[in-house]
């Protein structure tokens, strides 16, 4: 069976447990007979057939997972994985999601970088400073994340990279308009809450903990696509990773994330 194929297949079998809700346990075993994707290239070659599948309004923007040295030993990865926002997954600030068949039940807040200009693959690398000069408007997002895989924990990065990276629901905050270019974002704190029917508690998060600086993971994910000759084009977005340990939330939860002079973003999760 060619690799384009089983991709094809691959993202078939993915897409149909993320609109059912229903966990899958392993690839069928036609899938797994054919050869199932089974390395990081492999992985993002179904996640760009999910992609074509799902979504006729295209990809929005891109998402890190795995941001830090925690979170990588959690779901046992070697580094960072990217992955595609899909245009109807994204919510606007104060948005209510539904928690149907989300078995990570997190929220993570994060910085999200607009590109103002494409940022096409090439064969050298690009510095951070080029890469930053791409950028036109900063904002502020909580990703939902959430996997197709019953044992996500130990799915391994093929599998997870295939899954679009755990992407699952966003909401895209405010754009800052604040001069954020001054500041440094690895040392910018950020505080949340969360408020349910009967409990409330708060996290503190810093920049540094997405890869030591939010702009560093806005870096690796254009190399990173650029090794894979993927583009970045203008106007998409890229949400850079959790800035704190994941927020737990359940049904009837509120979330709160407060960047400070950055502003905020929220949202409500239902049953």
């Given at each position: 069976?060619?690799?384009?194929?089983?991709?094809?297949?691959?993202?078939?079998?993915?897409?149909?447990?993320?609109?059912?809700?229903?966990?899958?346990?392993?690839?069928?075993?036609?899938?797994?007979?054919?050869?199932?994707?089974?390395?990081?290239?492999?992985?993002?070659?179904?996640?760009?057939?999910?992609?074509?599948?799902?979504?006729?309004?295209?990809?929005?923007?891109?998402?890190?997972?795995?941001?830090?040295?925690?979170?990588?030993?959690?779901?046992?990865?070697?580094?960072?994985?990217a992955g595609r926002v899909l245009a109807e997954?994204?919510?606007?600030?104060?948005?209510?999601?539904?928690?149907?068949?989300?078995?990570?039940?997190?929220?993570?807040?994060?910085?999200?970088?607009?590109?103002?200009?494409?940022?096409?693959?090439?064969a050298t690398a690009y510095a951070q400073d080029e890469v930053m000069a791409a950028v036109d408007a900063l904002f502020l997002g909580l990703e939902v994340p959430n996997s197709r895989w019953a044992d996500f924990v130990h799915a391994g990065e093929a599998k997870l990279i295939a899954d679009n990276a755990c992407a699952h629901e966003f909401v895209l905050g405010p754009q800052v308009s604040a001069d954020w270019r001054a500041l440094d974002l690895s040392q910018h704190a950020v505080q949340a809450q969360v408020v349910g029917a009967s409990r409330r508690y708060e996290r503190a998060g810093l920049g540094a903990n997405v890869l030591g600086d939010p702009r560093r993971a806005l870096t690796w994910l254009v190399q990173e696509l650029s090794s894979l000759g993927v583009p970045l084009a203008a106007g998409q977005f890229v949400t850079t990773g959790t800035c704190m340990p994941p927020l737990e939330i359940v049904a009837g939860d509120e979330v709160l994330a407060d960047f400070g002079v950055l502003g905020q973003v929220r949202a409500r999760f239902t049953d």
């Open positions: 069976m060619p690799s384009s194929v089983r991709s094809e297949q691959a993202a078939q079998v993915l897409l149909a447990h993320w609109h059912s809700g229903q966990p899958l346990m392993a690839w069928p075993a036609e899938l797994q007979a054919a050869g199932a994707p089974v390395d990081r290239v492999q992985g993002y070659a179904v996640q760009a057939a999910l992609a074509r599948q799902a979504s006729p309004k295209s990809v929005a923007g891109w998402k890190i997972a795995a941001t830090s040295e925690a979170g990588q030993r959690h779901i046992g990865v070697s580094g960072p994985l997954r994204v919510h606007p600030d104060g948005a209510s999601l539904s928690m149907q068949a989300n078995r990570m039940a997190v929220a993570e807040p994060e910085f999200v970088f607009r590109l103002g200009v494409d940022l096409p693959p090439r």
